[in-house]
C-alpha cells in the first residue's frame, strides 16, 4: 500500500490538486511492485499538473482488464480561526473529525485539511506488458492554453511498457461525474480515431475587459447584489497583474452566467487564486440549480444546528456560506449539512458540528446535544460577534438595533436597507421565554407595494417567507414560537460606513 507522511498529504490539500496518490486496491487482485510503481508516477505526473475535475492517466496499452483503485481528495478546509485563549484554539484542533493536517499558533486555528472521501477510479486497462522494474519517469504533459477545454494530452511511454503493435490507449476517468465505458476482458481496445483538426485559437481579452464583459451581464449583477459586486471588482482591481489574467482565464472556462456570478461572489469574498481554481474546476457545467443547492448554505436544504443552542453559530455559518461560496461547498462535501441526531451532534456532518460548538465557546457559551440539557447560548454582542468574524472577509461589520418598542418600522427599514444590497441580514426573535438567532436572507415585492423577507432558521433548518407587516407588528412565524422581533443588524462596511439613518465616518 503506498503511504504518505502527514505533511506530504497536506501539502497536496493545501494546493487543493484532486487526485491523490492510490492507496488501495479495491478489484483484480494486488498489484506487483512496478504496477504499483507505475501507478504511483503517474499520479504524481498528473495529479501535480491537473486543477480540473478530471484526472488524466495515460497508460500502456495492454489485453482489457478491469483494475479498480480507491483514490482520496480533500474533503473540508478550515481557514484562520481565532479563539479567546491558546487553550480553546488546541480544544476545537483536537475536536477535528481525523484531520490530515492541523495547524494551532497562540489562541488560532490557521489551517486545517482532511479527511478525504474515496472515490473509485476505474483503469480499465491492464498490467500486461509492464517492465519488471519501473518505468523511467515520464515527463509532464504540454500545458494546454488557457482558452482551451482541459482535455488529455498524449503523453509518451517507454517503448517497453507496450506491446508489439506499440499504441497507447489514453484513458480518461472524470472523479465526479463521468465513467468510462465498459470494456469486454480480453477485449482489444478500439483503434485510435484521427484528431480533428481544432479551430484557430481566440484571440484572448484582456483581463480587465474580459472581467467587465462577465461582471457587467444583467443576470450576474441581479445574482451578486450591488454590495457584493462591489467587493468583487475592487478584489480583482487589486490582484497583480498576472493574478487578473489567471482569474479571466477562469472565466472564460464558464459560459453559464450563474456560474460567472459565483466565481465573482468568491473573488469578491476574499479567496486566494489557487481556492478560486479549486472552485471553478468544481462549478464547470453545473448551472444555477446545482449551485443554489451545493454552494450555498441557505439554499436547497439548509444548513441545520447541530447543539441545542448553537442557533447564532449556525446562522453566522450560513452567513458566511452566503457570502462565500467555496465556505459553502466544503461545508456541503464535508457531510449532509440537513440531518441532526439529537443525540449526537457530530453523527451527519462532524466538521460542521466541531465548528458550531467552538463559535458557540468562544462567546461564552455551553454546548449540548439538541435533547440535552444545561446548554447555553450567546448573548446578542457575542451573535454580533460571531457574524463580524463571518463577514470579516467580505469586508462586512454589523451593528446590533434593537427594534422590540422603539418604533414599528425600524426593523423592515434595517431589512430593506441591507437585502436591497444582497446582505444577509442578522437577527434576534423573541417568544415568551427564550430568544432565538435566525437570517434574513432574501426580498420581494409585489405590484401592490407590499414587501415580504426571506427568514432562515437554523433550528429546523427552513426558509420561510413572512411579510413586512409582521415583521414589523411583532407577529412573524417561522415555525419556533417567537413571532417578536428584537433586534436587527444594521451593517456598516469596514472604513466609512452606510448606516440606515445616514452615513457616517469612521
Not at 492541523?102 to 474515496?118: M, T, W
Not at 517507454?158 to 497507447?168: D, E, L, Y
Not at 484528431?195 to 449583477?221: I, K, Y
Not at 448553537?310 to 456560506?321: D, H, I, K, N, Y
Request: proline letters at 7%.
Amino acid at each position: 500500500m503506498t503511504k504518505f507522511s502527514l505533511r506530504a498529504l497536506a501539502l497536496v490539500l493545501c494546493l487543493l490538486v484532486c487526485p491523490l496518490a492510490a492507496q488501495e486496491v479495491r478489484t483484480g487482485g494486488t498489484l506487483s511492485d512496478p504496477e504499483r510503481a507505475y501507478i504511483e508516477q503517474l499520479t504524481e505526473t498528473y495529479g501535480a499538473s491537473e486543477r480540473s475535475r478530471a484526472a488524466n492517466w495515460t497508460l500502456a496499452d495492454g489485453t482489457s482488464y478491469a483494475q479498480g483503485v480507491q483514490v482520496r481528495f480533500p474533503q473540508f478546509q478550515i481557514d484562520r480561526m481565532r479563539f479567546n485563549t491558546a487553550e480553546e484554539a488546541r480544544e476545537y484542533a483536537a475536536s477535528l473529525p481525523s484531520s490530515d493536517f492541523v495547524e494551532v499558533r497562540d489562541n488560532q486555528v490557521l489551517r486545517a485539511f482532511g479527511p478525504g472521501r474515496p472515490g473509485d477510479a476505474d483503469l480499465r486497462q491492464g498490467w500486461e506488458g509492464l517492465p519488471s522494474q519501473a518505468p523511467a519517469q515520464q515527463p509532464a504533459p504540454a500545458e494546454q492554453p488557457a482558452e482551451a477545454p482541459a482535455s488529455p494530452a498524449a503523453t509518451s511511454v517507454p517503448a517497453s511498457t507496450a506491446r508489439s503493435n506499440g499504441s497507447v490507449q489514453l484513458l480518461r476517468h472524470h472523479l465526479l461525474d463521468e465513467e468510462l465505458p465498459a470494456t469486454s476482458p480480453g477485449a482489444d481496445p478500439a483503434p485510435a480515431q484521427p484528431a480533428a483538426e481544432e479551430p484557430a485559437a481566440e484571440e484572448p481579452l484582456d483581463p480587465q475587459e474580459a472581467f467587465t464583459r462577465a461582471h457587467e451581464q444583467e443576470q450576474v449583477q441581479e445574482e451578486l447584489g450591488s454590495y457584493m459586486s462591489d467587493q468583487a471588482r475592487a478584489a480583482f482591481d487589486a490582484l497583480t497583474p498576472a493574478e487578473q489574467a489567471e482569474f479571466a482565464g477562469l472565466l472564460r472556462n464558464h459560459e453559464d452566467p450563474a456560474e460567472q456570478a459565483y466565481l465573482l461572489r468568491s473573488l469578491g469574498a476574499g479567496n486566494s487564486m489557487e481556492d478560486l481554481e479549486w472552485f471553478s474546476g468544481q462549478i464547470e457545467g453545473r448551472g444555477a440549480e446545482w449551485l443554489d443547492q451545493n454552494a450555498r448554505l441557505a439554499g436547497g436544504q439548509a444548513l441545520t444546528q447541530q447543539w441545542h443552542d448553537s442557533c447564532a453559530p449556525t446562522s453566522s455559518q450560513v452567513l458566511r456560506g452566503e457570502l462565500d461560496p467555496v465556505y459553502a461547498l466544503r461545508m456541503r462535501q464535508a457531510g449532509d449539512p440537513y440531518a441532526v441526531d439529537p443525540a449526537n451532534p457530530s453523527a451527519h456532518n462532524p466538521t460542521t458540528a466541531a465548528e458550531q460548538r467552538a463559535l458557540l465557546l468562544r462567546e461564552g457559551g455551553v454546548a449540548v446535544s439538541r435533547d440535552g440539557f444545561g446548554g447555553r447560548g450567546v448573548s446578542v454582542q457575542g451573535y454580533e460577534n460571531l457574524v463580524d468574524s463571518a463577514g470579516e472577509r467580505a469586508g462586512l461589520d454589523f451593528r446590533s438595533v434593537e427594534t422590540d418598542g422603539v418604533d414599528d418600522r425600524r426593523a423592515g427599514e434595517i431589512l430593506d436597507a441591507n437585502l436591497r444590497q444582497g446582505i444577509p441580514t442578522p437577527m434576534a426573535i423573541y417568544g415568551p421565554n427564550s430568544g432565538h438567532a435566525v437570517l434574513a436572507v432574501d426580498r420581494r415585492e409585489a405590484a401592490d407595494g407590499s414587501v415580504d423577507y426571506q427568514i432562515y432558521d437554523p433550528w429546523h433548518g427552513t426558509l420561510t417567507w413572512v411579510s413586512r407587516d409582521d415583521v414589523n407588528a411583532d407577529t412573524i412565524d417561522v415555525g419556533t414560537n417567537q413571532p417578536q422581533v428584537g433586534y436587527v443588524m444594521r451593517y456598516r462596511e469596514t472604513g466609512p460606513s452606510y448606516m440606515v439613518w445616514g452615513t457616517e465616518q469612521e
